[in-house]
């Protein structure tokens, strides 16, 4: 048997999304910014998909602006935003994604603007005091919170952050990449400025996102040449990744109820099977909650062992597929920053598992038990 259990780094392509996006590959491969009746066509499919993902997030179609990912979103939204709002200060963390934290430390090592982190507790989860006092010595910020972080699932309160920065002129900026097609993203009430998502993570294609840009808060495109997108972003659409990432989110938010029900079984299973075989066993951050962590991840960490070196390799070489980190920092011979910061020196073992609705109990079981076998060995 071979388990897949990374789909935080990235999911299998639904067929339902497959099937959405063949004519667009094979027969509908007209510019979108063409006059003619190639171009019209697929200009339209797009204002379409637009419109859709519009009416899911309950915003307007102006507001969502298509990329090539979560990560050039992430980077479109806090260099634009600090180049029209002039912002001289950034609030974040030291455990948001590299698309954020290694942008954020580019912006203060240029001097354009000063970055400021907000303490977190043992758990990893984001001291509201401290952000508030943060916010009150530098009205005006760029705030940079995830709603999810990828390795640990903790959750941010993102609509008391929201108001928090709202009541100091702050700009809020999410990276939703995690959250978007598993939880609903009601727009018109969350004060979120700018939020990102990326369609692989919820079974959409690779190498296609969008970013939401709340309409009163303009900023200047990341990426010039083009007046595409509403001249916020240069470059000829990924029309086919633009359907198919539409058609993903449209399923996502169609099954939400009954997909977060069986994943969250699942993810009980392993942490019951794990506690009851490991004895030391603990869990990092708020993951193993099923209601304080994005419920597709579970963060473990094993007693400090000579194996847990080769945990993940061994995990492989038993034919299941898992993670001990961000798959963006996975050649990385320093580790996770995020561990790095919550158990700095720790020489636990650490595996992330995330799952999907594509998984069985039967994979469930049979990675707990191999887990359990490598942890005894």
Do not use: W
């Not at 029209?84 to 954020?100: D, F, M, N, T, W």
């Not at 009954?258 to 030391?280: F, Q, T, V, Y």
């Amino acid at each position: 048997m071979r388990v897949y259990l990374d789909n935080a780094a990235t999911t299998p392509l639904d067929p339902e999304v497959f099937e959405a996006m063949r004519p667009y590959m094979l027969e509908d491969f007209g510019n979108p910014s063409s006059t003619h009746a190639h171009g019209r066509k697929v200009r339209a499919a797009i204002e379409t998909c637009r419109k859709t993902i519009a009416e899911l997030l309950n915003c307007t179609p102006g507001e969502i602006i298509f990329t090539s990912g979560g990560t050039e979103a992430d980077n479109a939204i806090i260099f634009g935003a600090i180049k029209s709002l002039g912002i001289r200060h950034v609030i974040s963390s030291p455990i948001e994604h590299h698309a954020v934290e290694h942008t954020l430390h580019l912006v203060a090592g240029s001097g354009t603007a000063q970055l400021h982190m907000v303490e977190l507790d043992a758990k990893g989860n984001v001291n509201l005091e401290h952000l508030g006092k943060l916010l009150s010595l530098y009205p005006g910020s760029l705030v940079s919170l995830m709603h999810a972080n990828n390795e640990i699932g903790n959750l941010l309160d993102i609509e008391k952050v929201g108001d928090m920065c709202a009541a100091h002129q702050a700009y809020f900026h999410s990276d939703t990449v995690q959250t978007m097609g598993h939880y609903a993203h009601p727009m018109n009430r969350l004060k979120v400025d700018g939020a990102t998502a990326a369609a692989h993570k919820f079974h959409g294609p690779k190498g296609t996102g969008f970013m939401f840009l709340k309409k009163d808060k303009k900023i200047t495109p990341f990426v010039s040449g083009g007046a595409q997108e509403r001249n916020m972003r240069g470059g000829t659409e990924n029309t086919y990744g633009i359907v198919g990432l539409t058609k993903a989110l449209e399923i996502a938010y169609r099954d939400m109820a009954d997909h977060e029900k069986h994943i969250k079984s699942l993810k009980l299973k392993m942490i019951e099977k794990l506690k009851e075989a490991i004895p030391g066993i603990e869990f990092n951050g708020e993951s193993e909650s099923l209601t304080g962590s994005l419920y597709t991840v579970l963060n473990v960490s094993l007693p400090e062992s000579e194996a847990n070196d080769m945990l993940l390799f061994n995990l492989d070489l038993e034919g299941i597929s898992a993670s001990g980190g961000s798959a963006c920092s996975s050649g990385a011979a320093t580790g996770s920053h995020v561990i790095n910061a919550l158990r700095p020196g720790s020489k636990r073992g650490t595996v992330r598992f995330s799952f999907s609705k594509y998984n069985t109990e039967a994979e469930i079981d049979f990675a707990a038990d191999r887990l359990i076998a490598i942890a005894k060995s």
